[in-house]
């Protein structure tokens, strides 16, 4: 089976597990892993922030808008852009800021300043699910993929444990992460 069938085939498995999770395991786990996440240098030094909007039982990064906000850090949201299948990120002060867009997934107005990424820049990253080496598994349209193609910041995945695996299936131009954070524990990944 090529790796194709086999990613269609794990991201139908990874969206039973991840829809059979209630409201309070998903505040839960995002809870711990925000909590985790906001104690990790990576973090703690970041100036800037992007992360997604969750939608369909994702683990939420919104618990850490609070901790970021105080401590300085501006946040970013994505915006898909249909036309050439890529996302621009835009700050936001508030979650208010955000309204539904494509795929029914919150985004920020396109009129907000874009963040100016340096290597200091944290993104977390959203997927369906994960592997202990980094890699994770989208959801097929590649938009994240063309992003991390030039991110020169730090890349980091937050994932219920449930939903990591040991290897899951990879192409050669699929770029790993370099952190993954779930709510038990914190992984980092050598280039």
């Not at 997604?52 to 850090?73: C, D, M, R, W």
């Not at 955000?98 to 990253?125: D, M, Q, W, Y």
């Amino acid at each position: 089976m090529n790796t194709i069938n086999n990613k269609q085939l794990l991201r139908q498995k990874c969206r039973y597990i991840r829809d059979s999770f209630g409201e309070m395991h998903i505040n839960k786990a995002s809870e711990r892993a925000c909590k985790i996440l906001t104690q990790t240098p990576e973090f703690l030094s970041a100036d800037t922030i992007l992360i997604y909007y969750p939608t369909k039982n994702e683990i939420s990064p919104l618990p850490i808008l609070e901790v970021a906000q105080k401590s300085g850090k501006r946040i970013a949201l994505p915006v898909c852009n249909m036309e050439n299948n890529s996302l621009s990120f835009h700050i936001i002060t508030s979650i208010d800021e955000v309204n539904p867009s494509h795929f029914g997934i919150c985004e920020p107005p396109k009129i907000n300043e874009e963040p100016i990424v340096t290597e200091r820049t944290l993104a977390l990253i959203p997927a369906l699910a994960f592997s202990k080496k980094g890699h994770r598994l989208g959801y097929g349209r590649g938009f994240y993929d063309r992003f991390l193609a030039d991110f020169k910041g730090i890349s980091a995945g937050l994932s219920y444990s449930e939903l990591v695996f040991d290897k899951i299936p990879h192409e050669d131009h699929d770029i790993p992460l370099k952190m993954l954070i779930t709510e038990s524990e914190v992984l980092y990944f050598v280039e």
